[in-house]
């Protein structure tokens, strides 16, 4: 069987490199004794340059997508490369052309989850995509060998590299917020478009994959409470850091009975916590099951080798099936109710910019409204607030309002 690679950039050189270029033991895979297959290569890349360098030539890049699905030799298609409609679009010809796909891309599948996977079934072909969620962490194999034993019913973690790259930059170097993100962007973690990564899309979609699989139903990326980490400023690293605690951008989903609670926020961690000391393009995934309790899942999130490490285990999943495997489906018809954040509590901290006399009065009298003030810091322009333990959709709420008398504000609940 051939393999056919859509997109040759960070993801997708590092495919090409594992399995064409001899990186790494994926063709020792194929040459043991008894079984002497040679070793499946991506014969085409799918590339908007056709002059593009692959560093062998085996591979030919094309530019035409029929050049793939009209090809009877290849039967994998790996489709790396990012975006939403054309990938969605490749992605489903391949399956309706009868080819197993492979994927990283988790705006295509946690929007078209369902879809795809029947659209897979119906052909006798096979979706996989554990890369789509926590790079090169092997999380959606796991929670599928832990869900036929436990029921699941909480999943937290932080779920983008490049934000905690950011972060990470930010608490240990005191370094600026755009200018980490520009490295992050020539390392090769961000997506094409980091807006994605900075105002939560990124998180919310991997959050809603593994929460549609472990709840059983279609959770979407609308469904996921989000807000952005963006308001980040050196001072509140610097305060909070001075109170004991690091900021994460945190995903976090509940299922009580059958109300299921999401939240993708700036969150507060105890210094010595396992959580402040992700770092980097580390993530930590957790999931709890009602039989094994928590479980805990670390590595690299993003970047290209990890990450192509992750796409290429699925590829030699498919190589190695046998040919009467039965296809493997995901329930997911669970009506749930989507409860919002309310589940969520905890003090919070807050800092506002004073820009006008009466701002100060302001912000305190708004968080009075809420949560008792725990701690009041006033320094020059800025004031620092710690409030009493408060639901997460009350402190929303209350900052929602806040934000059109006193713009400039960050806040983070405290995770205890
Ligand atoms: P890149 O932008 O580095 O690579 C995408 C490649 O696809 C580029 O070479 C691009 O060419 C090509 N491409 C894009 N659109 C088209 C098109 N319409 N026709 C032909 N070629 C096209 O992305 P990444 O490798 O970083 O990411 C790929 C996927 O993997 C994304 O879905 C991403 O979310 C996911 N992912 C990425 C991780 C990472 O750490 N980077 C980790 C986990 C998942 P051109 O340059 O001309 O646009
Ligand atoms: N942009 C993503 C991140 C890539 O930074 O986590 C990995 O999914």
Redo the contacts with the bound molecule.
Sequence with gaps: MNIAL???????SGVYELINLNKGKFSGNFTDIENRRSSPVITKV????ASKDLGDTVGKVV?DPKEILEDDSIGLVVA????MD??YEMIKACLKAKKHVV?????VISEYFQELLNLAEENGVVLRYE??VG?GIPIIGSLKEEMKINRVTEIKGILN?TTNFILSKMTEEGADFADTLALAQSI??A??DPTADVEGYDVSRKLSILSSMAYESIIRDEDVYKRGMTDVRAVDIEMTGSLGYTIKYLGHSILEENDLYTTVEPVLFKEASIMSNVNSEFNIISITGDIIGELQFYGKG???DA?ANAVVGDVLYILNMDADRKPESLRLGRNLNKAGTSIFKGKYYLRANLVKQEDLDRVLAAVETVADRKTVIVNEDKVFVVTSVIAADRFNEMTELLQKEVPEIFYARIYE
């Design positions: 859509l997109g040759h950039g960070t993801i997708g799918l590339e908007r340059d530019t790396l490369m990012g975006g054309f990938e994927t990283a891309n988790k705006a890369a789509s790079g590299g090769g973690f997506e094409a993003a970047g290209k990450t």
